[in-house]
């Protein structure tokens, strides 16, 4: 079983609608981390989490840390937020990362 | 800064041969970290290094597969001999801190 667990694994959305993708993980982490993966591209590093909220433009990420879960949510969707959503949490002090499986997400216009 | 370098972005080999792929971290970050992505196992930890010495290498999937960091500004991940399960997209991360990590853009890697 995946320490690190997402979904959903594929997501459909019209052009602004909300979008959450949840995280879940079963190890002790010193932080959590959200990564994007265009296709064809590279990964970017969305948001680094060890406690509370994050914001950045349309993009909030949370997380809980007693019930072990983070939510990445996506208001007022875009085509160009179609991508590869990705949680990774850091479980040891070496900041080692252990990946969930990734959330396809796919805004239509 | 130009971020994590890697070469070359794409590789199409034979099976049986070499295959060494390249990786130029951030000036400054002393974490380096290779991954490796396919379609069924998503992204997976290789090996890492800190102040260019490997801390954990539980990842390489078998003795086919080696990697150096010989200064703070190279490493390499060497595949010898290639086989066609090794085609995959290639990744090297740099970090100056133990959680945010810092991706280079892959080397696709085609083993025919």
């Known amino acids: 079983k995946n320490e690190v667990e997402q979904s959903p694994q594929n997501l459909t959305a019209q052009e602004g609608e909300f979008i959450t993708i949840n995280c879940s993980y079963s190890?002790?982490?010193?932080?959590l981390h959200w990564l994007q993966q265009h296709p064809g591209g590279g990964i970017v590093s969305l948001f680094m989490?060890?406690?509370g909220k994050k914001k950045h433009g349309r993009l909030i990420a949370t997380i809980n840390i007693q019930e072990k879960h983070s939510s990445l949510h996506i208001t007022a969707s875009h085509p160009r937020d179609s991508a590869v959503y990705i949680c990774?949490?850091?479980?040891?002090?070496?900041?080692?990362?252990?990946f969930g499986a990734g959330t396809q997400v796919v805004v239509t216009p | 800064d130009a971020g994590v370098i890697q070469s070359p972005r794409h590789e199409v080999t034979e099976m049986g041969q070499e295959v060494t792929l390249r990786c130029k971290p951030i000036?400054?970050?002393?974490?380096l970290f290779w991954y490796r992505q396919t379609m069924m196992r998503g992204l997976e930890l290789l090996i890492y290094?800190?102040?260019?010495?490997?801390?954990?290498d539980s990842g390489m999937p078998e003795d086919r597969f080696s990697a150096k960091m010989p200064n703070a500004s190279f490493s390499t991940l060497k595949i010898q001999p290639s086989e066609p399960r090794d085609s995959a997209v290639y990744f090297c991360?740099?970090?100056?801190?133990?959680?945010?990590?810092?991706f280079g853009p892959g080397t696709r890697l085609t083993v025919l």
């Open positions: 991360a740099s970090s100056s801190t133990r959680n945010e990590q810092f």
């Open positions: 190890v002790g982490i010193s932080a």
């Open positions: 989490l060890s406690s």
């Open positions: 990774a949490v850091s479980a040891d002090s070496w900041g080692k990362f252990q």
């Open positions: 000036s400054g970050h002393d974490y």
């Open positions: 290094f800190n102040n260019n010495v490997p801390i954990d």
